[in-house]
C-alpha cells in the first residue's frame, strides 16, 4: 500500500521545500484533500518543481502533468518519477502561463489542478484556470496575500468557491505561513 510518502531528489541550486517535516506534512494534506475527490482524475500541477506534491497522488489520478520552467527541476521529476515507478505522468519544462494556454489549445482537460505558485502568487494563470475544466483546485500557497488575492478573484467571477484552507508553519519564528486551500467549482 502506498501511503503516497516518496524520496524525492532535486538539482543543485534547485527549488526544494527546505523544512523536510513540514513538507512530508504539507504532502499528506494535499494527498487527504485529494483523496476526498472524484477517484482517478487528470491532475494538472502547475509549478510543480521536482513532483514534490504531484508524484505522490500518482496512486490516485489517471494521469498527472507537471509543469515547471526550471529545467533542472524538470529533470530531477522525470528521475524521480522513474524512480518512484509512476508511469502516469509527463513533464513539460515551460512558463506556466505559456504551458496552460498550449494545453487547452490543444483541447486538453483536467479534473484537478494543482499549484504551487512562487511568493507573487498566480495572477495571469487563476484567469484561465476555470477553462480547465477542473472541479478542484488544490492552490499551495507561501503568501497569504497573493493567496487571497487570487482566491477572491476566482469566487469574485463565481467560478469557485473555497472548500478549505489548512494553514502550515514551514518557517517556525518567522512571519511566513505556508497554506494548503482547496477550491470547489461552482456549478451552475
Known amino acids: 500500500a502506498m501511503d503516497g510518502m516518496l524520496t524525492l531528489g532535486y538539482e543543485v541550486g534547485a527549488f526544494s521545500q527546505i523544512n523536510r517535516c513540514q513538507n512530508m506534512e504539507m504532502t499528506r494534506i494535499v494527498r487527504r484533500l485529494a483523496s476526498e475527490l472524484e477517484p482517478s482524475f487528470s491532475l494538472l500541477d502547475l509549478y510543480c518543481g521536482n513532483g514534490n506534491l504531484c508524484l505522490p497522488l500518482s496512486d490516485m489520478a489517471s494521469f498527472i502533468t507537471g509543469v515547471e520552467e526550471y529545467a533542472p527541476s524538470i529533470a530531477s521529476a522525470v528521475d524521480n518519477s522513474r524512480q518512484a515507478s509512476v508511469n502516469n505522468s509527463t513533464f513539460i519544462c515551460s512558463d506556466a502561463v505559456v504551458a496552460l494556454s498550449e494545453l487547452l489549445q490543444s483541447g486538453k482537460r483536467f479534473g484537478l489542478v494543482l499549484l504551487d505558485p512562487p511568493r507573487s502568487g498566480a495572477a495571469g494563470l487563476v484567469r484561465k484556470i476555470a477553462d480547465t475544466g ?40 518567522t512571519a511566513h505561513l505556508e497554506t494548503v486551500a482547496r477550491l470547489k467549482r461552482i456549478s451552475d
Open 134 to 173: 477542473a472541479e478542484n483546485i488544490i492552490y499551495v500557497s507561501c503568501d497569504p496575500a497573493t493567496l487571497s488575492r487570487d482566491i477572491a478573484f476566482l469566487a469574485g467571477q463565481r467560478l469557485y468557491s473555497l472548500d478549505t484552507a489548512i494553514p502550515l508553519d514551514m518557517f517556525p519564528h
